[in-house]
């Protein structure tokens, strides 16, 4: 059965610094890896989307890399602003064999202090 | 609006009543998933729906639930008998794909609340 984990549970960083969030999963494999950005009491925005033949995605201020083999990826948040403060999940596809469904780790609560 | 969109919001209902929630996917999506979330949790699947047929139900999906979408367009999330146990967020997402997987696209969710 995929578990994912991601590390830390919580983070709290001045605005401006440079942070990096982990996940990692337990079988390697996994069609895909997705980060999702949850504000509180909302639905779930899609960040970034790596498919299990890329090392990595860039989408402005954020950059995510997967090494598929090793069960890891990361999540780079670069200048951090107040408005990046919002629960960061990991989620993989592939459990089971289907190319559809996602298991999901219990998130990172992040917090950028002004 | 051409995202995901799920309707109510919120849903306060009394232990032992019904609830039907509906989730209308992005146009041209084939797939239609459902997931639950409880708090401090990630998100938990659900069931999957390509077109109008229901492919997968998870074991979390007790008799107590059924899902439709007919014609392969919006679909409904029914819960029977509810339970306090029942309270949660339930999230509705859709993506585009037969073969390959693609990015998945999430509603705002409804807020369910058993008392």
């Known amino acids: 059965k995929q578990e994912v984990t991601q590390i830390p549970a919580a983070l709290s960083v001045p605005e401006g610094e440079n942070l990096v969030l982990n996940c990692s999963f337990t079988?390697?494999?996994?069609?895909?890896l997705q980060w999702f950005r949850q504000d509180p009491g909302k639905g779930l925005t899609s960040l970034l989307l790596i498919q299990s033949s890329q090392r990595e995605q860039t989408s402005g201020r954020l950059n995510a890399s997967l090494d598929k083999s090793s069960g890891r990826s990361t999540l780079y948040i670069a200048a951090s602003q107040p408005g990046d403060s919002a629960t960061y999940l990991c989620?993989?596809?592939?459990?089971?064999?289907?190319?559809?469904?996602?298991?999901f780790g219990k998130g990172t609560l992040l917090t950028v202090n002004p | 609006d051409t995202g995901v969109s799920q309707n109510p919001r919120h849903k306060i209902t009394k232990r032992g009543q019904n609830v039907t929630f509906r989730c209308d996917p992005i146009?041209?999506?084939?797939?239609l998933y459902w997931y639950r979330q409880t708090l401090g949790q990630g998100p938990e699947f659900l069931t999957y729906f390509q077109n109008e047929a229901q492919l997968e139900k998870s074991r979390l999906l007790s008799d107590r639930f059924s899902a439709e979408r007919p014609k392969g367009s919006f679909s409904t999330l029914e819960i029977q008998r509810t339970e306090q146990g029942d309270s949660a967020m339930y999230l509705c997402a859709s993506s585009l794909g037969y073969r390959s997987y693609t990015e998945a696209f999430f509603g705002q969710g409804t807020r369910l609340t058993v008392v």
């Open positions: 079988d390697s494999a996994i069609y895909n």
């Open positions: 989620a993989v596809s592939g459990s089971g064999g289907s190319n559809y469904k996602l298991t």
């Open positions: 146009s041209e999506h084939n797939r």
